[in-house]
Antibody, heavy 118, light 107 residues
Framework: QVQLKESGPGLVQPSQTLSLTCTVS????????VHWVRQPPGKGLEWMGR???????YYNSALKSRLSISRDTSKSQVFLKMNSLQTEDTAIYYC????????????WGQGVMVTVSS | DIQMTQSPSSMSVSLGDRVTITCRAS??????LSWYQQKPEKSPKLMIY???NLEDGVPSRFSGSRSGSDYSLTINSLESEDTGIYFC?????????FGGGTKLELK
């Protein structure tokens, strides 16, 4: 069945770089896009960016200067890297699946909590 | 960016109630509007897509509608398992944007 699972460090120091991995199963990264979404504690959801099935990336302009999304299709993994982390980047980070452009997120990972603190 | 204004932010409801939650889009998004349910410690679940289409496996007491730039999620005859947070998502344009969420609790 379709599964997405985020992994990465739970704690990151301010000014450091966050690296997260989304490992998927039950579908191919060459057929579906993967998006990253985050949710700070007690706040709303923020769309971060996406890796399209053809390898194209697109980022939220608010994060573009700090964010990079890449993938390894052979390992069914999508990677998120974001630098210069600050306390306001503390959030649950989700990866989600999208069947095609202008479709909604049909499956979500369980999420990974990332705390930015010294 | 398209702003999605969701109301109410919370509701205290009784079993059997009819519940309506609304999202208003700041720009035209057509029917590119979806609704999600999120339970504590769980990832969101797609309930409605294309503004009015019920996702497979979602109970028929859930429905979606559109009136201009207002999009509504209605739950007919609320059941205890329907508590949680509901939010909308517009997927017409980048950046994708979400409503602020509605927390549904039992009285």
């Amino acid at each position: 069945q379709v599964q997405l699972k985020e992994s990465g460090p739970g704690l990151v120091q301010p000014s450091q770089t966050l690296s997260l991995t989304c490992t998927v199963s039950g579908f191919s990264l060459m057929d579906y896009s993967v998006h990253w979404v985050r949710q700070p504690p007690g706040k709303g959801l923020e769309w971060m960016g996406r890796m399209k099935y053809d390898g194209d990336t697109y980022y939220n302009s608010a994060l573009k200067s700090r964010l990079s999304i890449s993938r390894d299709t052979s390992k069914s993994q999508v990677f998120l890297k974001m630098n210069s982390l600050q306390t306001e980047d503390t959030a649950i980070y989700y990866c989600t699946r999208v069947p095609d452009n202008n479709y909604p997120f049909d499956y979500w990972g369980q999420g990974v909590m990332v705390t930015v603190s010294s | 960016d398209i702003q999605m204004t969701q109301s109410p932010s919370s509701m205290s409801v009784s079993l059997g109630d009819r519940v309506t939650i609304t999202c208003r889009a700041s720009q035209d998004i057509g029917n590119y509007l979806s609704w999600y349910q999120q339970k504590p410690e769980k990832s969101p679940k797609l309930m409605i897509y294309g503004a009015t289409n019920l996702e497979d496996g979602v109970p028929s007491r859930f429905s979606g509608s559109r009136s201009g730039s207002d999009y509504s999620l209605t739950i007919n005859s609320l059941e205890s398992e329907d508590t949680g947070i509901y939010f909308c998502l517009q997927h017409k344009q980048y950046p994708r944007t979400f409503g602020g969420g509605t927390k549904l609790e039992l009285k």
